[in-house]
């Protein structure tokens, strides 16, 4: 947690928007990457993320230092968010929702490539059962620590890694076959 979380969010559950718009500021990327990456689709995930921090401000006094850093009870949040939309709507692919710029000094065929190599990976990514792309998408993409990721998934450390393998045993394969 940085230095002034806890009083940050101190000041949340007192009503001080100063303090929330600054937690936002802190949280936002990180928590709009992870919901995306599981998402794929811009405006569901911009969705969750919003009821996300919408909870971060009705819900704060729901947050137990003591038990996780702020930025995995936010994950948390949006994690669950992202399963109730799936068992709500089925898991349904509308778009790549990266949002990666390309340089603008490599050639266009090589952007062409670039681009068609991520839509694959998004594309074997979503086909992995939840928890597994779960597991691989905070640990890979959002560099969280197994133990954070774990917390979010309500499994051990142990477990977590057991899914990551998995996971990545089945992109691997998926890949291949489109290969």
């Not at 928890?131 to 993409?141: D, E, G, L, T």
Request: charged fraction near 25%.
């Amino acid at each position: 947690m940085h230095v002034n979380e806890a009083a940050l969010i101190a000041r949340v559950r007192a009503g001080d928007e100063a303090a929330y718009r600054t937690l936002l500021d802190r949280h936002l990327g990180p928590v709009t990457a992870y919901v995306r990456r599981m998402m794929m689709s811009a405006p569901e995930a911009d969705d969750i993320v919003q009821e996300t921090f919408i909870r971060l401000w009705t819900q704060a006094q729901r947050y137990d230092p003591a038990a996780a850093k702020l930025s995995t009870w936010l994950h948390n949040i949006a994690h669950h968010l992202v399963i109730d939309h799936f068992r709500k709507h089925g898991r349904v692919v509308t778009g790549v929702a990266d949002d990666d710029v390309v340089a603008e000094d490599i050639s266009l065929s090589d952007q062409i490539v670039h681009r068609e190599q991520h839509d694959q990976m998004s594309r074997c990514l979503m086909a992995l059962p939840e928890r597994q792309r779960s597991a691989i998408v905070m640990c890979h993409y959002q560099g969280m620590s197994n133990r954070d990721a774990a917390v979010i998934l309500d499994v051990s450390v142990e477990a977590l890694e057991s899914l990551m393998a998995r996971g990545r045993r089945k992109l691997r394969q998926l890949l291949a076959e489109q290969s």
